[in-house]
């Protein structure tokens, strides 16, 4: 096992250094558009984290309305015409990778759009009619499940202690399979507003689980065996279970029509997996690699991508703590 334990210090070191804080979280833009009368609206921000104000958050992505439509922030007119055509996202990068545009019709209907570095452009119709289209829905949210996940460093590692422990090719299918249905039921029950968690003391407990693996891949490597190494597939499954509730939040409070949720939350769910799958082979080939290669690592040093991996969760789980813990 040294060419892996070799593979995972190195991959553990570049995961430690991409994010300390950040998690599994996605900074998403929310942007109310309200209307008021014929052809007027009010626009606000919701929701833009790190984002001191409605100005800065203006600049920084860059909302474009239909080219007939006036905006000064926070009114906007589009006149007899409507608020018909194209809307762009022109702002979105990897700071910020995707934003919800929220319409509220005087009618009491609402319409959700979520717009994507992929798919940072809508044509909007003018009403709040419009049907659940499962092409924009899919090119929308399997990206966005794709950066979920692969944003999401303490899922990633949590992964990874996985396929650190599991000895054998069936065994790493049972239990990324595991990991992945028990994930996939509370992301939906979640999403679909069946079970309500908190997400603050959820997020601790995601970190919690990982440090458990890092004990475990500790055991196993010192030839203690563990509960992880016995039974994979079942402790892959209870923890997946808390990591979906971790999932849920990308999709709970866009505020999407209860016609587009079950559809948004499919293609979500396909990019995640898609995601991960991608995780896997990656780790995957690079040790088939290192074995080629035929490379030994320095003496003493098989533990310590293990001990990272846990005191970068210890760390995490703290600071989760300490956040929503009463003063």
Known sequence: MSPLRLLLAAIGVLMIASSAARAH??????????????????VRWLNAPTLADDAEAYERLRPRFPPHCTFQAPQLDCGTAGLVGPFIAAGLDYRYPAMVLRLNWRSGAATIHTLTTASPRVVLTGSGSEAVEWRRLAVTYIPIGVEHILLGVDHL???????????????????????????????????????????????????????????????????EGGLTARYPWAVAFA?????????????????????????????????????????????????WAHRRLDLCPPRGSELIPAYGIGVLAMFWCIDRVVGFWPA
Do not use: C, Y
Request: net charge neutral.
């Open 157 to 223: 590692l949590f992964v990874l202690g996985l396929i650190w422990i599991v000895s054998t090719p069936m065994m790493l299918v049972k239990t990324i399979s595991a990991f992945t249905i028990a994930h996939s039921l509370t992301l939906a029950a979640a999403t679909l507003g069946w079970v309500g968690v908190p997400e603050a003391p959820v997020n601790a407990a995601i970190a919690l689980s990982i440090a458990f693996v890092g004990v475990e891949v500790v055991k196993v490597s010192r030839g």
């Open 239 to 287: 923890f997946g279970l808390l990591h979906g509730f971790g999932f849920a939040r990308a999709l709970t409070d866009l505020g999407l029509s209860a016609a587009s949720v079950p559809v948004a939350l499919l293609f979500f769910n396909i990019g995640v997996e898609i995601g991960q799958l991608a995780f896997v082979l990656l780790v995957l080939a690079l040790i």
């Open 25 to 42: 979280s996605v900074p998403m833009a929310v942007l109310l558009v309200q209307q008021t009368d014929l052809g007027r609206f009010t």
